[in-house]
């Protein structure tokens, strides 16, 4: 993305997309929930992020807070990683630490939100029973997540609230077939209902790097050759 350096006191930078179908999360976002699918590298979690946190941000905004949801893989269950419950779920929490700094150009920037409600990180382990209102869900990653997981959370979202999925199918860690169909069956419902826009993101979205850019699309050529082949 773009970025317009502007003297600010606590307000998010200014981005303007890159691409054609960053284009279109921009103009999707106000009016709809969202998913965000397809390549690596193409800015998903930042746009996400980005727009929310703008939204939030925003005078007489409808929003008061973003919640951030990953699935804990592979194995959901967050006793495999060392430390303290709260060291645990933080190793999930971090990349989007690096992505507000950036957003905010500081490095405090997650804690001061996270210190006054604007901003929340969840695992999917702890999502039943309450209700997600006045607040925007980024369920990032979310090809990781079971079908159970992704039903849980799109039934806790309330009357006022916005959601986003973003992630891609080739980036799965979920390793039993069955999981991993149950995240296209979800599609395939989301498909059907008139309040989500699809963007899928192809290589010519790629903005990380020129060697991201060109490894995925070397990796794609070597995948389509074997199928092929076979």
Do not use: W
Request: include cysteine; charge should be neutral.
């Amino acid at each position: 993305m773009a970025k317009h350096y502007q003297p600010q006191h606590f307000q998010p930078k200014s981005f303007s997309p890159i691409t054609r179908n960053q284009k279109k999360v921009f103009d999707y976002f106000p009016n709809n929930h969202l998913v965000l699918h397809g390549m690596a590298g193409t800015g998903k979690s930042f746009l996400s992020l980005y727009l929310s946190l703008q939204a939030i941000l925003a005078k007489k905004s409808p929003y008061y807070k973003v919640i951030i949801i990953r699935s804990a893989v592979p194995t959901r269950d967050v006793g495999f990683l060392p430390g303290s419950l709260k060291e645990k779920i933080e190793a999930y929490e971090e990349p989007y630490k690096i992505i507000v700094s950036e957003i905010f150009g500081r490095g405090d920037a997650y804690g001061i939100l996270k210190n006054k409600g604007q901003i929340e990180f969840v695992t999917t382990s702890y999502l039943r029973g309450v209700t997600l209102d006045d607040c925007i869900v980024i369920v990032d990653e979310f090809q990781n997540c079971t079908f159970q997981e992704l039903d849980t959370i799109i039934t806790r979202i309330g009357e006022k609230g916005k959601i986003i999925f973003s992630g891609d199918y080739r980036q799965s860690d979920l390793e039993k077939a069955r999981e991993k169909k149950g995240m296209s069956h979800f599609l395939d419902i989301l498909e059907k209902m008139y309040e989500f826009e699809f963007v899928e993101f192809e290589v010519e979205d790629i903005v990380r790097s020129g060697l991201v850019k060109s490894y995925i699309i070397a990796k794609s050529e070597l995948e389509d050759h074997i199928k092929n082949s076979a």
